[in-house]
């Protein structure tokens, strides 16, 4: 049984394929974990919770990349949502340096607050770290206070940022990259124990091989596994194991 601990089931691209989710089911992956976006992706995250309560658990959270002019009522939505409904975490929030600094004080300020309600609430935190890994491992490690845990989803530093990362208790997201030929992600999982490796697909985006370049989706969670069986010497079996078990220690 694998779990996808990072899938935007909800997404425009995946939301049109009603049979999605049996064929993940049919795969194994028998556990997806969906991060928010915005106020705008709430509802059609909610509605594949009600309808999936078994296999599809919602997250709440602003992504960086939704921080803009509107911010502050976009974190009040954020917080009302978790003082009312059940989440699984705060997320997706963190930072991304990639598109767009304009809103970059605002982005911080709203990762903040967010790990705060997270601290609250007793939530994990899910963090896009996207050119900004050393920033939010900063930000991570101002707010730990043995309590804080969560996810660097999608993780693509550099062995130092991955081994900080694990030191400050967090766990460090893999997913379909870790297949790509040129990929350094490889040999930054040699190094680092499976017990702190979650999969997951960040479906649609980044598919793995043989589907790079095309939709991805929660059924190819297998092939993610058995890349990292391959990288560490051991069965898809016990990659499926531990990282099923790390997400259980992080979701609860």
Request: aromatic share 10%; charged share 25%.
């Amino acid at each position: 049984m694998f779990t996808d601990s990072h899938t935007h089931l909800y997404d425009e691209q995946l939301n049109v394929d009603d049979t999605q989710i049996d064929r993940a089911l049919q795969a194994g992956v028998t556990k997806m974990y969906m991060p928010n976006c915005d106020s705008g992706t709430v509802d059609g995250m909610l509605q594949l919770a009600d309808k999936w309560p078994d296999n599809c658990f919602p997250m709440m959270g602003l992504h960086p990349c939704y921080v803009k002019e509107h911010y502050k009522d976009e974190l009040a939505l954020v917080a009302d949502g978790l003082a009312n409904r059940k989440f699984y975490a705060v997320g997706e929030i963190g930072l991304d340096y990639h598109w767009d600094l304009t809103f970059k004080t605002e982005q911080i300020e709203a990762f903040e607050y967010q790990i705060d309600l997270a601290l609250k609430y007793d939530l994990p935190i899910v963090i896009h770290s996207r050119e900004s890994t050393a920033d939010c491992i900063e930000i991570v490690r101002k707010k730990q206070n043995g309590k804080l845990r969560g996810i660097f989803h999608c993780f693509s530093g550099t062995l130092e940022e991955a081994q900080a990362i694990v030191a400050l208790g967090f766990y460090l997201g893999i997913g379909g990259v870790v297949t790509y030929k040129k990929s350094a992600l490889p040999d930054i999982v040699k190094s680092i124990s499976l017990s702190h490796i979650v999969l997951e697909t960040d479906a649609p985006y980044l598919a793995p091989v043989p589907y790079r370049g095309k939709r991805n989706e929660s059924s190819y969670i297998p092939f993610i596994a058995a890349k990292v069986a391959d990288v560490l010497g051991c069965s898809v079996e016990e990659v499926a194991r531990v990282t099923t078990e790390n997400c259980g220690k992080v979701f609860g």
